[in-house]
């Protein structure tokens, strides 16, 4: 297709400018349409952004015959009954991460998508970021050597007071229903895609999940390990209610050794190699999807690839669930 012309179901604060800018500014792609339950809203989304048109109703927008593909931007335990609905509609889907509320449901997505013909991708975003395609390319240069173990680590203070589960105020991310689990699943999933995207498929992982400070039902603390079928170690721990915050990925080699946040998608990597220090600073993009959505674009055009698709993020669907006990061996 020379143009892609997308429509956007759930038009909230992820859309603002992480994503539903990128739409627009992306070579090839126009963002036509946008839905969102309340009416009012979603009007007052397309006015501001400059859409045409807008929706109450997702099949209205679905069924759209000016609408090409999808963006879903909802809440995770909706993204499988929108994508089907999408693809059974005949048109490409980009989904939000997590992709499912869980493993299975992520996996009812993909063999919808697959019966369906179209395409499912999924917003892993920093698999289009420079900051982490230099970490892999380095990793492939051998910069580091041969990588022999990874170690991720997340931790933060609570986001939520005392009492507020009482009084009903948690906010979706911590509600089982609304998320499938706690924010593991929310921000604790982008350093796992990474993992995935720098070195394959885990082969095998062992987790614990608990909850530890009572403020929420969904656990807030995780850890685990794995190993790679490329036979590289792996551990993790997140923990969301501690004294303070923090984020990174520290990847060993025989040589070296590489750090990064994986968050702060604006901050350095740091190598430690041939006996010497070196950092590597990075500007993000204005809108830090815009560069996977070009991608997705340019699949959906003939003229490229995406890094991530509905099968890359299943296998970190299937990590996840591992980690948190929610899987068998």
């Given at each position: 297709m020379e143009i892609v012309r997308w429509g956007i179901l759930g038009c909230g604060d992820v859309t603002e400018k992480k994503s539903g800018p990128g739409f627009q500014k992306a070579e090839g792609s126009q963002l036509v349409a946008v839905m969102r339950r309340d009416a009012a809203r979603a009007e007052d989304y397309a006015r501001r952004h400059g859409v045409p048109k807008w929706y109450n109703e997702a099949d209205e927008l679905i069924n759209d015959p000016e609408v090409d593909a999808v963006y879903i931007a909802t809440r995770p335990d909706t993204h499988s009954e929108y994508a089907l609905r999408v693809a059974d509609a005949g048109k490409p889907v980009y989904v939000e991460k997590p992709m499912g509320y869980s493993y299975e449901d992520g996996r009812r997505l993909v063999a919808g998508c697959l019966s369906a013909g179209v395409p499912l991708f999924v917003a892993y975003y920093r698999r289009g970021l420079e900051k982490y395609v230099t970490a892999k390319r380095m990793i492939e240069a051998d910069e580091i050597g041969e990588v022999r173990f990874v170690r991720v680590t997340m931790h933060s203070t609570p986001d939520v007071e005392p009492g507020a589960r009482e009084r009903g105020e948690l906010p979706w991310r911590l509600r089982r229903e609304s998320s499938g689990g706690g924010l593991v699943l929310d921000v604790g999933s982008h350093g796992l895609d990474l993992l995935d995207f720098f070195f394959g498929p885990i082969a095998d992982v062992r987790g614990f999940a608990s909850n530890q400070a009572g403020l929420y039902d969904v656990e807030d603390s995780v850890s685990g390990s794995w190993i790679f079928e490329s036979g590289i170690h792996g551990t993790g721990v997140w923990c969301f209610v501690v004294y303070d915050t923090d984020?990174?990925?520290?990847?060993?080699?025989?040589?070296?050794?590489?750090?990064?946040?994986?968050?702060?998608?604006?901050?350095?990597?740091?190598?430690?190699?041939?006996?010497?220090?070196?950092?590597?600073?990075?500007?993000?993009?204005?809108?830090?999807?815009?560069?996977?959505?070009?991608?997705?674009?340019?699949?959906?055009?003939?003229?490229?690839?995406?890094?991530?698709?509905?099968?890359?993020?299943?296998?970190?669907?299937?990590?996840?669930?591992?980690l948190r006990g929610h899987l068998s061996p």
């Amino acid at each position: 297709m020379e143009i892609v012309r997308w429509g956007i179901l759930g038009c909230g604060d992820v859309t603002e400018k992480k994503s539903g800018p990128g739409f627009q500014k992306a070579e090839g792609s126009q963002l036509v349409a946008v839905m969102r339950r309340d009416a009012a809203r979603a009007e007052d989304y397309a006015r501001r952004h400059g859409v045409p048109k807008w929706y109450n109703e997702a099949d209205e927008l679905i069924n759209d015959p000016e609408v090409d593909a999808v963006y879903i931007a909802t809440r995770p335990d909706t993204h499988s009954e929108y994508a089907l609905r999408v693809a059974d509609a005949g048109k490409p889907v980009y989904v939000e991460k997590p992709m499912g509320y869980s493993y299975e449901d992520g996996r009812r997505l993909v063999a919808g998508c697959l019966s369906a013909g179209v395409p499912l991708f999924v917003a892993y975003y920093r698999r289009g970021l420079e900051k982490y395609v230099t970490a892999k390319r380095m990793i492939e240069a051998d910069e580091i050597g041969e990588v022999r173990f990874v170690r991720v680590t997340m931790h933060s203070t609570p986001d939520v007071e005392p009492g507020a589960r009482e009084r009903g105020e948690l906010p979706w991310r911590l509600r089982r229903e609304s998320s499938g689990g706690g924010l593991v699943l929310d921000v604790g999933s982008h350093g796992l895609d990474l993992l995935d995207f720098f070195f394959g498929p885990i082969a095998d992982v062992r987790g614990f999940a608990s909850n530890q400070a009572g403020l929420y039902d969904v656990e807030d603390s995780v850890s685990g390990s794995w190993i790679f079928e490329s036979g590289i170690h792996g551990t993790g721990v997140w923990c969301f209610v501690v004294y303070d915050t923090d984020d990174r990925i520290d990847i060993y080699g025989s040589k070296g050794k590489l750090s990064f946040s994986i968050l702060d998608v604006g901050g350095p990597i740091e190598l430690v190699a041939k006996g010497r220090e070196r950092r590597f600073d990075f500007t993000p993009p204005d809108h830090v999807q815009q560069p996977l959505i070009q991608s997705v674009v340019d699949e959906l055009r003939g003229s490229g690839r995406c890094p991530s698709t509905g099968e890359s993020a299943l296998r970190t669907d299937w990590v996840l669930d591992r980690l948190r006990g929610h899987l068998s061996p």
